[in-house]
């Protein structure tokens, strides 16, 4: 199935900083709750996320992601959600965040 770009354009994915981080540990599967920093427009999201195989919350911290932040809030267990931290799996399945190469401005728009 192909999408027309303004389709794709519809999903906002920007650039935060992980401001803090620490285990769910009321999800049903491990994960991890973040509060991000999407720069003064958006503002600090929060989220969980299943990323504990590759990441320790103290690791986090200052870390650069990208997420979608245009989604409808969701109830994770005793989470809201707020923004869909964004990873691709490795060999054995497990996510890996995506992040920028480089230090960039909090708030940028994936384009």
Known sequence: MTISYDEFSRIDIRVGTIRRAEV??????????LWIDFGSE????????????HYRPE???GRQVL??????????????????????PDAA?????????HPVPDGGRLY
Do not use: C, M, W
């Not at 769910?24 to 709750?33: D, G, Q, Y």
């Not at 997420?67 to 691709?88: A, D, K, M, T």
């Open 24 to 33: 769910n540990a009321a999800a049903r599967k491990p994960a991890l709750k």
């Open 42 to 53: 958006i503002g600090e999201r929060r989220s969980s996320a299943q990323i504990t195989r």
């Open 59 to 61: 690791d986090l911290i």
């Open 67 to 88: 997420g979608v932040v245009n989604f409808p809030p969701r109830q994770i267990g005793p989470v809201i959600s707020e923004v869909l931290v964004l990873g691709v």
């Open 93 to 101: 399945g497990e996510v890996v965040l995506v992040t920028p190469d």
